[in-house]
């Protein structure tokens, strides 16, 4: 008996990928017990569910990593088993736990003897994983009273293997969604670098007050928001705003720009997706959805989803599950949506390029972030701030000033680019000033252009319809062609992909001419 728990043993620890060891520690132990299949669970007594994580038949190892609820009865029956022991048990009709977790499941990897409810014997050795985990090792076979006293002794023999696996497994799943997180983190702040990443919010007292009320109400609630407003206004500082002060604040968060994943990729991203999936899955990949999870996935420019993927996201939002590309197993969607975009989404949807479904799910507690120039009360905090944070990032040997009547320059302007324009201002005057007083003089006041007159009887076209128009007209001369040498792409000034998105976006026919 101890050669055989050495070997286990060696086998439990020849690979990293549990399905290709426990299939190994399966082949070794067919000659001691009758068996067709072993499994590997974790039952949480806390979330109040089972966590299956590997199986093995003599056709190989799988990884299951799959949690299936139960419910208060067999939850009632798992909270039984006593961890450092092993029991044995006959039918499914016997164990709702079993019922309820196996047979009631359509997964593939759930042998035929438990779906079809024959008769079939069960062992099941139970392990202390620290609270509130509790582990599981299911060896199961078909047939009545397969598994004696001393097949049952045998088993437990076992138990140090096979708890150490487990504990084992569990460390590495953790370190794995880990990194997974980390380096979209790393991708998100290295995307960053060049652009306002500023944490405090300037004006809370003054034209965000309103903002701000409404943000404190609804932080501390899973209802999705949607944060709108014109470009450069802050919109993803806000949203790690609501973020930071909301009970999901222990978990990461996720920040994706969705007009800047090509539309081929947009369900891989978002979703992930199962090794082998497609060409070059080589193993699988947590998407946005599944490392934001706890919480809070801010998706940037909603307005920019392709008409395709926002049925794909209502469907996730309405039912909190999803499936990975290539998968067939549900993951739990437990993220907190934060949505963004400077887009009219309302006219949108009357022209049909985003779904009145989504909007109206996403729009249940909109906040607007107003423009700079309606704010012009914060300006002089902004420079300040920014002139303090410039002197750090910019390695400054003077202290920066502002020349008295510079500021009014500043508040007669009419703030096109808003915050971000604000501050390309100040780094620019910081970096032509020669240590001297800031002076603005490059900041000419500004007023909004004025609309022009048209007759009566006349209106502007939409932009949309203007838009549409000039990408057909530069399609009409390249023939239909968009990227490349005299391309439309390239009459337009637009990369490829770029113009490609437009297309999309607004349903052009680049062959009809």
Known sequence: MESMVQEVTNRFFRSLQIEESLFEVFCYLESYFPMTNVHLAVFNTQKKYIHYLASATKNGGRLIDREISLSPQAYEEGLKFTPGTVKIAFKATTSSLIHE??????????PSVFKNNRNFSLMVMTMDLGDPLIGFCNMSTPGLDMYSPELKKKFFSLYRPVNSALLNLLQHMAVKKQNSILMNEKKHLLHQIGRPSYMELIGTEGGLANVMKKINQVARIHTPVLLTGETGTGKEVFANAIHQISPFNDGPMISINCGAIPPALIESELFGYEKGAFTGAGDRKAGYFEQADNGTLFLDEIGELPLASQVKLLRVLQEKVFFRVGGQEYVPMNARIVAATHNNLEAMVKKRLFREDLWFRLNVFPIHLPPLRDRKEDIPELVTYFLSKKRVDMHLTFTPRVEPGAMERLLSHHWPG??????????RNLI?????PLTFQDLMPSKPVAPIETAPDKRMPPLDDVIVAHIQAALSRSNGRVGG????AQMLGLNKSTLWGKIRKYGIDVHHR
């Open 485 to 488: 040498e005299n391309g439309a």
């Open 432 to 436: 032509t000033c020669e240590g001297k």
């Open 418 to 427: 808003n915050i971000r324009e604000l501050e390309n201002c100040v780094e």
């Open 101 to 110: 977790s196996i047979i009631n499941s359509d997964a593939d990897y759930i």
